[in-house]
């Protein structure tokens, strides 16, 4: 692997869904408007609603996230990581979490370009 391979990052983010639209306003301005968006559910440290149905109670301890997966090569990863926090940040549990991973290769389809160039 060269150098300029191990520049390749990948930033996944869980975090609320309506916090989609600022956040994908915060990567736009930091000129990383490229990402996927998927939505998921899980749990972390936010605590489990109890909810009551037809005289039923019911806890629901899986919440509605989306994921967000951005790679980026030219910009630092960093600067997307703050972008995604202070975007999707509310203060309260639940806000959710981000992970920059390192990517070793990207490969763009069409072309055929390979590393930093095909992100």
């Keep these: 692997m060269s150098d300029a391979d ?3 990052k990948m930033i996944v ?3 609320r869904p309506d916090k989609l639209g600022d956040v994908k306003q915060g ?4 000129g990383a408007p490229s990402l996927t968006v998927t939505n998921v559910s899980g749990r972390g440290s936010q605590p489990a609603k109890k909810g009551q ?3 039923e109670e019911y806890v629901v301890d899986l919440h ?9 090569a030219d910009i630092p990863a960093a600067d997307v990581v703050d972008a995604i926090r202070e975007a999707a940040n509310t203060g309260e549990p639940g806000d959710g979490k981000i992970f920059v991973i390192d990517v070793e290769d990207a490969i763009q389809v069409r072309t055929g370009e390979r590393g930093p160039d095909a992100v």
């Design 6 to 8: 191990s520049e390749i």
């Design 13 to 15: 983010a869980v975090v």
């Design 53 to 55: 149905w037809r005289g």
């Design 27 to 30: 990567l736009a301005e930091v």
């Design 64 to 72: 509605q996230k989306v994921k967000i997966e951005c790679v980026v």
